[in-house]
């Protein structure tokens, strides 16, 4: 099975370049060797290019420029609709795999549940200040996720099979861009494969995050805003 690891990339403030390398290292080391990975990048500078060719002749990365809505949503959708493997695997440029074997678990979990159109996994948290690894999270899906309450973690924990009947994120949404998507992705294939015997992802905890970017009182609105159309999208409850 071929698997396509999609990166949206942007200069995240300079830390780009940073995160890329080190997403890259991890992805070199995999034990699972069939993999492609999609860059969908919304820089202003050519630093993302620059890392992905100096990078080629280690690994197969296909950079993709994306001039089309800005934003984490639509960037996603952008590396997603370029994967030519049989499993998605999406990773945020701020997040990494955290073991060599991520990639050969996910895939073996595919092979041994063969109905199973999604997979979740588990992960810890990297604290960029202290670099350290910090609150393991074990992914449990629930049917009231799409209002929040996020027991999943970000989109780098998932992984999809890659079917003409793949759906995309909705690209209205920023904070629940993942919530909404796990609870559509659940009301249309079934429940995930949960992989929480040991953590594959890292996530990083930074104050460029897209979470942090959401500590204010403009960020609450978006929080606000966000709520109320995913109620009235899954739910038709106008509110």
């Known amino acids: ?22 997403s890259l290292t991890c992805i070199k080391q995999q034990t699972y060797s069939d993999i492609e990975v999609i860059i969908s990048d919304q820089s202003t500078n050519d630093d993302i290019k620059e890392v992905c060719e100096k990078r080629k002749d280690e690994l197969d990365i296909n950079y993709f420029y994306f001039d089309g809505k800005r934003g984490i949503t639509a960037n996603t959708n952008n590396a997603i609709k370029h994967a030519t493997g049989d499993i998605i ?19 073996d979990s595919f092979k041994n549940q063969p109905d199973k159109m999604w997979l979740i996994t588990a992960c810890m948290h990297l604290n960029q200040e202290e670099k350290t690894l910090c609150r393991p999270m074990l992914p449990q899906y629930h049917d009231e996720i799409h209002k929040g309450n996020n027991t999943i973690s970000s989109p780098s924990v998932l992984s999809i099979r890659n079917t003409p009947e793949l759906i995309n994120f909705d690209e209205r949404l920023e904070w629940l861009m993942d919530v909404e998507y796990y609870k559509r992705l659940h009301d249309k294939f079934g429940p995930p494969i949960v992989f929480s015997e040991h953590p594959c992802v890292a996530i990083r905890l930074h104050n460029t995050s897209v979470s942090s970017s959401m500590d204010s009182e403009e960020g609450q609105k978006v929080k606000d805003e966000e709520l109320k159309y995913v109620i009235e999208k899954i739910e038709g409850v106008v509110t």
């Open 1 to 22: 099975m071929k698997v396509s690891i999609c990166i949206p990339t942007h200069e995240m403030n300079g830390l780009g370049k940073e995160f890329l390398e080190n």
């Open 89 to 107: 695997k999406i990773l945020f440029l701020d997040d990494f795999l955290l073991v060599a074997e991520a990639i050969e678990k996910m895939v």
